[in-house]
């Protein structure tokens, strides 16, 4: 039931915000069209920019912060009134140090003075990590305009910050109401811009939270990916287009046939070696032998198949078939090495739960 809902989910979440985004991308192919029909070419780069600001959705949900030019402003008049201040203190000082008249209107200057200073160190302390605040939040925005939803992890890679940092300053953005509707997934990697989006979410928040920790766990994945691995994968997938390529160009159903279970039996294995990259030393023969020569006999094959069908072409033709049927056997049995494995370790740890249940007394007796 729960994998149903995954699939769902992984066509199309949020699809509303999906739909939009075509529709806005529709309307910017036809402006490129018909400004290029009619030659006219004035204007078509703000236009376009126009366009792709979509006023209709996120600008209710995410906000920008004020001008920084105000804020700097404000800190000038603050440094204006604190030079004055610094002035009057020193001439209280003045007064209350050398004359003895003015010596209690010197002090009361002195401490005025002092704490105007100590109030404008503070408002101005405030107005400068807002504006620094404002100027992460800028990166934010970027990230979060025009989405639903955001990934934590994406918002830590593109800010540069941590995830304390990242919660903290979504956090602020809630709080500032920039960010007004703003909300976190349960385990907070995933924060959400509107209440609609969220409400959606909490309709199926199980599903939502185990579908979202598969994707980082996917992302994780592929970051971590060996120049090895990276290096084999792109190789496999060299040799899957080539046999896609073949495929299409023979005109032998059998044939045909064999290429596209190799294909999916190949493409299997090299998700299982993405996954389980410590398969790579049991599969030196797949990729050293198998698959180079899996590739010389169908070129071979490929070469043959436009030539006139006389006896000898269909012997070359019939060993070439034989032997990719015994080369598919043969991935299959790799293949199914590979799952055993994976079965192996699923029984290990099954057993190893069962035995600490046991031990524990956790177990329902049978």
Known sequence: MIEEKQRQISDKPF?????????????????????????DYSGLNTNLLEMTKDNSQNEKYIFKPKERKKDIAFLILILIVAMAEIYLAFIGA????????????????????????IINARVSYKRIVNIRKNEIYEVYYDQLYCKSYCYIDD???????????VLSDLQDAIDRKL??????????????VSDHAFSKYEEMAVVYDDYFK????????????????????ATGDQYVEKLQYIENQISNKNMKSKILMMKKTITSIFRELDMNPNYVGSLNLFLDYY?????????????IDSKPNIPNIRKAKKEIYDSIFLI????????????EDIEFDISSEVSALEIITSQEGLADEK
Do not use: W
């Not at 915000?17 to 009619?38: G, H, N």
């Not at 003015?102 to 401490?111: A, D, E, Q, T």
């Not at 994707?215 to 970051?223: A, G, P, T, W």
């Open 214 to 233: 598969k994707q980082l766990e996917e992302r994780k994945r592929i970051r971590e990916r060996t120049p090895e691995i990276i290096n084999i994968l």
């Open 94 to 117: 003045f007064s209350a140090f050398f004359s003895k008249t003015y010596f209690i209107s010197g002090i009361m200057i002195l401490v005025l003075c002092l704490i105007c200073l």
């Open 179 to 192: 960010i007004p509707q703003g909300h976190f997934s349960t385990e907070k990697n995933v924060f959400f």
């Open 328 to 339: 598919v056997s043969v991935y299959e049995g790799i293949l199914d090495r590979l799952y």
């Open 15 to 39: 699809e509303e915000v999906e739909s939009k985004a075509l529709a806005t991308a529709k309307q910017v192919k036809d402006e490129v069209k018909e400004k290029l029909e009619k030659e």
């Open 291 to 303: 698959l180079p020569t899996t590739e010389k006999l169908l070129d071979t094959y490929l070469e």
């Open 155 to 165: 918002m830590i890679q593109s800010c540069n910050r941590n995830l304390e940092q």
